[in-house]
């Protein structure tokens, strides 16, 4: 997957990824720009998280943000009325009972509210590397098409490739898979015509009669 990309033109990097490296790691920036990410076109991502941490620097001081200073921030994303009382309820609870720091186990993380698997399991792999698969659409289209898994939902998805995948590259699964699905295996016309792994692929296959 990475070679196909890098053949055709310089992957563009995922949104985690680069709100990762924009915020040093920091894991509650993480998981407020995981919440916030979601339905939400990646480019506007970091850039409403950065001004969002420019105002206000950790748990404590969101927690006592107001909801509509916050909405004036994060406005240019989906959803920012219910994003913006989610993410001061998550900070609440991570600087009342997580004294700041956010909890790095998988119960811990989905009782927060609005964080299920999928935001769980980016925060552990993106903020804690630790050995997870976060399923996005990408991760299951692309799964779906290759014959990795059979699957109607991301979380059948997680679980089959939890069972065939060794543990050793689950921490790469999510950054190329959400890549290769925003180059190369998109939605409508997918470029198999570039392609490095066609000949293993279901969905070529039988879209091709081969």
Not at 47 to 74: G, M, P, Q, W
Not at 167 to 196: A, H, R
Request: charged share 25%; proline share 5%; with cysteine.
């Amino acid at each position: 997957m990475i070679d196909t990309m890098n053949s055709v033109q310089p992957p563009r990097m995922t949104a985690l990824r680069e709100l990762r490296e924009s915020e040093q790691g920091d894991p509650f920036a993480i998981l407020i720009g995981t919440i916030l990410s979601a339905r939400t076109k990646d480019e506007n991502t970091a850039k409403v998280v950065k001004s969002l941490f420019t105002r206000y620097k950790n748990a404590k001081e969101l927690s006592l943000a107001k909801i509509k200073d916050v909405e004036k921030i994060i406005h240019s994303i989906g959803f920012y009325h219910v994003k913006a009382k989610r993410i001061i309820d998550v900070a609440k609870i991570i600087h009342s009972q997580y004294g700041g720091q956010v909890p790095q186990n998988m119960d811990s993380l989905i009782n927060l509210p609005g964080v299920g698997r999928k935001t769980a399991n980016c925060v552990l792999v993106y903020a804690f590397d630790q050995p997870a698969i976060p399923v996005d659409i990408h991760v299951h289209r692309i799964s779906n098409r290759l014959g990795l898994v059979e699957t109607k939902t991301p979380e059948q998805t997680e679980e089959v490739l939890m069972q065939k995948i060794p543990k050793k590259f689950w921490l790469q699964i999510n950054d190329t898979f959400v890549m290769y699905g925003q180059n190369i295996c998109k939605p409508i016309s997918p470029m198999c015509e570039v392609c490095k792994i066609k000949k293993l692929c279901r969905y070529y296959s039988m879209r091709n009669g081969v």
